[in-house]
T-cell receptor, first 112, second 118 residues
Framework: GNSVTQMEGPVTLSEEAFLTINCTYT??????LFWYVQYPGEGLQLLLK?????DKGSNKGFEATYRKETTSFHLEKGSVQVSDSAVYFC???????????FGKGTTLSVSS | GAVVSQHPSWVICKSGTSVKIECRSL??????MFWYRQFPKQSLMLMAT?????????EQGVEKDKFLINHASLTLSTLTVTSAHPEDSSFYIC??????????????FGPGTRLTVL
């Protein structure tokens, strides 16, 4: 079945450091891929998405490229801020109308 | 746009009582809503998929008689935890998929409901 594997945290960085959170997936067909962010005490928010191979999703300085050859969708940001501290979830959707399948989440902690 | 609300945001109840959680799409029609459960520091686990006007589809291991789901309209789905026990304490999150998305499958999440059963 479909699954998502993302690096376990916590990830602890200093402000302005480079961030990479790895995410790989297993799926049949051509899934859509998502990154969601959950700030402390809040619900999940869509951070970025990509619906086909080689698409690059980007938002708020974060980027992720849908790599079908490596079945990956790694999240990157060139310079993190304290306000980026949150839990990040990689997710995929195999078919329209089906539930999202989530990775276990990666906690990011950024200090000033 | 695309706002999903949940009510209540938190609830504390006694063991053996039932609790109803509402999930509403405020500015769009949701043909499909999903209910997830999130344990502390863990990922979201899908509990069930609910389509408006039909019975919910439950994931393996989820007791449908314990977690009653009703999707009576295109903007409202409810999850009722019946005869709640302390092990049901968790963070329950709903998401909604808007009608007319075609092959696109973006879902919008509610803020979650924290249930504590004493």
């Amino acid at each position: 079945g479909n699954s998502v594997t993302q690096m376990e945290g916590p990830v602890t960085l200093s402000e302005e450091a480079f961030l990479t959170i790895n995410c790989t997936y297993t799926a049949t067909g051509y899934p859509s891929l998502f990154w969601y962010v959950q700030y402390p005490g809040e619900g999940l928010q869509l951070l970025l998405k990509a619906t086909k191979a080689d698409d690059k999703g980007s938002n708020k300085g974060f980027e992720a490229t849908y790599r079908k050859e490596t079945t990956s969708f790694h999240l990157e940001k060139g310079s993190v801020q304290v306000s980026d501290s949150a839990v990040y979830f990689c997710a995929l959707s195999g078919q329209a109308g089906t539930a999202l399948i989530f990775g276990k989440g990666t906690t990011l902690s950024v200090s000033s | 746009g695309a706002v999903v609300s949940q009510h209540p945001s938190w609830v504390i109840c006694k063991s053996g009582t039932s609790v109803k959680i509402e999930c509403r799409s405020l500015d769009f029609q949701a043909t499909t809503m999903f209910w997830y459960r999130q344990f502390p520091k863990q990922s979201l686990m899908l509990m069930a998929t609910s389509n408006e006007g039909s019975k919910a589809t439950y994931e393996q291991g989820v007791e449908k008689d314990k977690f009653l789901i009703n999707h009576a309209s295109l903007t409202l789905s409810t999850l009722t935890v019946t005869s709640a026990h302390p092990e049901d304490s968790s963070f329950y999150i709903c998401s909604a998929r808007a009608a007319g998305q075609g092959d696109y499958n973006e879902q919008f999440f509610g803020p979650g409901t924290r249930l504590t059963v004493l």
